[in-house]
């Protein structure tokens, strides 16, 4: 936890001096239409990515309403800019390879705060290179095109968190505990699709093994 505050710390200094203000800037100055483009985009690239996580969770209905997302909103939405798919009834099912290794099985193992990139557990770090290598973002060729659109998809991101971040800053005494505890609950919500089970049914690593009594 102390070098989890730190970097928290670190990531706090960044958000205030850097990232808020320009998201500020974006959502006060970019006419509205223009940013629900670049966020519907966006988010068609991460369905592309999530209709493969479905895939492997074998989540048979949902990987066919993503596949379906990407294709109606691709063909007839340019390229993601208009979503197209979510009016007609095609629902948005967002995964990430840290929820299949969920789904897997796989704990969360401790809870981490990355440079930068903010809370994660020790599951969802190990997740981070595969979800990585399959950005079409982060794989472009064009180094200026590259950089350009992933400091637009840091921003967009951004601008849409100022509501919460404004919420938090009121709300939480020691932001970084209230930060942990809302990402664990939101994850653990994530991977059981909305439907966790209750606490005490899932087992306490912390208890003494039991052994078995002697007849």
Request: a negative charge.
């Amino acid at each position: 936890e102390p070098l989890n505050r730190k970097i928290y710390g670190f990531n706090e200094a960044v958000d205030e001096n850097v990232l808020k203000p320009v998201a500020t800037g974006y959502r006060d100055y970019t006419p509205k239409p223009v940013q629900t483009g670049v966020n519907n985009f966006f988010r068609n690239l991460s369905d592309v990515w999530s209709t493969v996580n479905n895939g492997l969770q074998l989540k048979g209905r949902e990987t066919a309403e993503s596949f379906m997302r990407v294709v109606v909103n691709t063909v007839f939405g340019i390229y993601g800019i208009f979503d197209v798919a979510t009016p007609i009834g095609l629902e948005r099912h967002s995964e990430d390879f840290g929820q299949t290794l969920g789904v897997w099985g796989v704990p969360n193992g401790p809870y981490v705060v990355l440079p930068l990139f903010g809370p994660s557990t020790l599951r969802d770090t190990a997740g981070m290179p595969v979800d990585t290598s399959a950005d079409f973002v982060r794989n472009l060729d064009h180094i200026p095109t590259r950089n350009s659109a992933m400091t637009l998809r840091i921003v967009d991101k951004r601008a849409n968190l100022l509501g919460t971040s404004n919420l938090l800053s009121e709300a939480a005494i020691d932001k970084y505990s209230f930060t942990r505890d809302a990402y664990l609950q939101y994850r653990r919500n994530q991977v059981f699709d909305g439907n966790p089970p209750d606490e005490e049914d899932l087992p306490d690593p912390s208890a003494e093994p039991a052994v078995p009594s002697a007849k």
